[in-house]
């Protein structure tokens, strides 16, 4: 895929400079806060959501958030606030 | 976030209710579009979520194409807020009410406290300052605190000092009263006369009486000298019989006459405003002038000038910044022809007010006497006034010259 040769110099070069990897290698940055909320920059929008699992999709793959009472605190094109008691979180990535 | 909320609630904000096969999918083209959505819930097979007011109808066009359907369950936000608190008009003349209730309430003065009296009688300050000026139910704006403390001071000498405080409706008078001098009661001393009158009574505690009741005394006579004598009837044999040198103590009771002097004419001549007036505006800050407003010269020949600061943004600058505005009145000397009887009322009106202003705080008014004195001069009407008043008029004058105290 375009993806796996464009990482093949991409990744030395984020290293070389320290550059932001998510920039350079198109990653989801996630921030969680104990467990109480979840931030997922550079997401691929909703997969599906029930208020026990969020998922999310990634350029390469998805993302699952699993938890009791989610609620998306806030969403737009570049990021999503999950709020509730966060269980787990799984990478499910299309390239493994 | 939390800023993006005030905005969303401060032009509106709706819940809605989303069914459907995809809400996912709806969500992610609202996301891409741009459309703001947040607070998004999973419930029973149905999903709610807030978006603000002017993006709802891009949402439907989403939901359509999306096979999802949209119901709007509530309004929330300030615009909805104030319309359905527009709709009461109750509510709002009760708030109109209240507020003008408040702020009228507010303009007056209350209640006055008086503070850091220690011999006088709280009473009777409030009388005092009631009489300067300060009562409760008095406009706050009409109160001129310097005034009203100046006034107090005259009027009660045992006042050293007097601070007026307007804190909200209330008026807090805080006084200082005079520290007695300490009486020196060692110092040999006489009493005198403070002013001319007839003695009727004399008390003496101390000393040997110099006058006797029904004499009269001119003022800085010797009343009460401050002496003793021994009687020579038990002095021991052979032993000096010298007289001691004491503080002369008593009271001496007379009569005092005030006198007071007025006349009125017929045609009398009073300033009074012609009506015309101008003003200017001066901006002061820290008391320094900043900006003048007006013009500079008054094109009157007699004028009366008025002078009033308005303080500005009070308590919101720390910098005293105030807009003086003075107020130039034209005035026009006016005759005014008076009948014989109101020149003559006017002329024992002003002798009697003379005769009042020299009488003491503490005096005793026995008898008074108003009379019309002769015309001398045609349309002149000429009065006076005596007050006769009881008080003790002796003061003690230490013998080696030193100042004299008047307590």
Redesign the interface.
């Known amino acids: 895929m375009g993806e796996k040769t464009g990482s093949k110099w991409r990744r030395p070069l984020a290293d070389i400079f320290e550059l932001p990897r998510e920039i350079i290698l198109d990653l989801p940055r996630v921030t969680i806060t104990g467990n109480l909320q979840c931030y997922i920059e550079n997401h691929g ?7 026990g699992k969020v998922r999310i999709a990634l350029t390469d793959g998805e993302l699952a958030v699993s938890g009791e009472n ?8 570049d990021e999503i ?1 999950i709020d509730g008691s966060i269980l787990g979180i799984q990478y499910k990535l299309d390239s493994v | 976030m939390t800023i993006l909320k005030l905005r969303y609630f401060l032009t509106g904000f709706l819940l809605i209710r989303i069914t459907g096969a995809a809400p996912e999918k709806f969500f992610n083209l609202a996301a891409l579009e741009g459309i703001p959505l947040w607070d998004i819930k999973h419930g029973t097979g149905k999903f709610t979520f807030k978006t603000d007011v002017d993006s709802f109808a891009g949402l439907r066009h989403l939901a359509r194409r999306t096979g999802c359907r949209l119901h709007i369950l509530g309004k929330a936000g300030l615009p909805f807020l104030c319309n359905r608190l527009l709709r009461r008009r109750g509510l709002i003349f009760g708030l109109i009410f209240f507020i003008l209730g408040l702020y009228t309430a507010s303009s007056f003065i209350l209640f006055i406290q008086i503070t850091g009296n220690e011999k006088l009688d709280s009473g009777y300050l409030r009388e005092l300052a009631a009489r300067a000026g300060a009562t409760p139910g008095r406009l706050r704006r009409n109160l001129d605190i310097d005034d009203v403390a100046n006034r107090m001071l005259l009027a009660e000498p045992r006042l050293e000092w007097v601070g007026l405080q307007l804190v909200g409706t209330k008026l807090i008078i805080e006084v200082r009263e005079a520290i007695d001098k300490p009486a020196e009661m060692d110092a040999p001393a006489d009493l005198v006369a403070a002013k001319d009158g007839l003695v009727t009574e004399v008390l003496v505690f101390v000393g040997e009486a110099r006058v006797q009741p029904q004499e009269t005394v001119r003022r800085g006579q010797l009343l009460i000298e401050g002496i003793i004598r021994p009687d020579p009837q038990y002095a021991a044999e052979g032993e000096e019989q010298k007289s001691k040198p004491v503080h002369a103590q008593g009271k001496v009771i007379a009569r005092v006459w005030y006198e007071g002097y007025g006349e009125a004419s017929l045609t009398e001549t009073v300033r009074v405003r012609s009506g015309r007036s101008i003003s200017r505006r001066i901006l002061c800050i820290e008391g320094q002038p900043v900006l003048r407003v007006g013009r500079d010269s008054i094109p009157f020949a007699r004028y009366e000038k008025v002078i009033r600061s308005q303080p500005v943004l009070e308590r919101i600058i720390r910098v005293p910044v105030e807009v003086v505005t003075e107020t130039f009145y034209e005035l026009e000397l006016q005759k005014k022809e008076i009948t014989a009887e109101q020149a003559r009322k006017l002329a024992l009106a002003r002798a009697r007010q003379l005769a009042e202003l020299q009488l003491p705080a503490d005096a005793e008014l026995i008898d008074e006497t108003v009379e019309e004195l002769p015309v001398q001069k045609k349309g002149l009407f000429r009065a006076r006034c005596i007050l006769e008043t009881r008080e003790d008029i002796a003061v003690s004058k230490p013998k080696n010259g030193g100042e004299s105290s008047f307590d």
């Open positions: 929008g909703i997969i599906a959501y029930t208020g989610l609620v998306i605190r806030y969403m737009n094109k606030a």
